[in-house]
């Protein structure tokens, strides 16, 4: 699939910077306010792990312990895949970054781009802003998954 490369006269390289940078940074909203989203759902699903864990036993209704073995189970399952929607969509934004940050450099030369700032950053600083929303959805995943295993 070929990339349209239109810049209409109309736009300015400055005017046109500013629409990649708008775009990029709603990307980089989305991806916060799903971190937000997922840690909040973790520490809301940790806590509903710790409180089963620590309920007594329904000895005298049998049908309190059935539920009780479900949502044991339940319970990382659901957080484990909302660890890897999450991690889809903070993929998702990464990609969709990373293809703006190529559209910006295919269409504005090196003279024009050189006054500007880094549409995106330094490398260097991008990697290492990546880390955490690349590292805490894994990590995540990672707890719920030996906490599924140990608990079997």
């Given amino acids: 699939m070929e990339e349209?490369?239109?810049v209409p006269e109309s736009i300015s390289g400055?005017?046109?910077y500013q629409i990649i940078r708008s775009q990029i940074e709603h990307e980089d909203n989305l991806i916060n306010q799903r971190l937000s989203w997922f840690v909040a759902a973790q520490a809301?699903?940790?806590s509903a792990y710790a409180i089963l864990l620590n309920a007594p036993s329904q000895v005298r209704l049998q049908s309190f312990a059935t539920q009780q073995e479900i949502l044991f189970f339940l319970i990382p399952l659901v957080a484990i895949g909302v660890s890897i929607l999450i991690y889809i969509t903070v993929i998702a934004a990464m990609?969709?970054?990373a293809n703006l940050r190529r559209l910006?450099?295919?269409h504005m030369n090196?003279?024009?781009s050189?006054?500007?700032p880094p549409v995106q950053g330094y490398r260097q600083t991008l990697l290492l802003g990546q880390a955490s929303p690349i590292s805490i959805p894994f990590?995540?995943?990672t707890s719920w998954i030996v906490l599924l295993f140990k608990s079997l």
Avoid: S
């Fill in 104 to 106: 910006w450099k295919t």
């Fill in 114 to 116: 050189a006054l500007l």
């Fill in 139 to 141: 990590l995540f995943m």
């Fill in 44 to 46: 809301f699903l940790f």
């Fill in 95 to 97: 990609l969709a970054t």
């Fill in 4 to 6: 349209l490369k239109i």
């Fill in 14 to 16: 400055i005017q046109y």
């Fill in 110 to 112: 090196e003279k024009d």
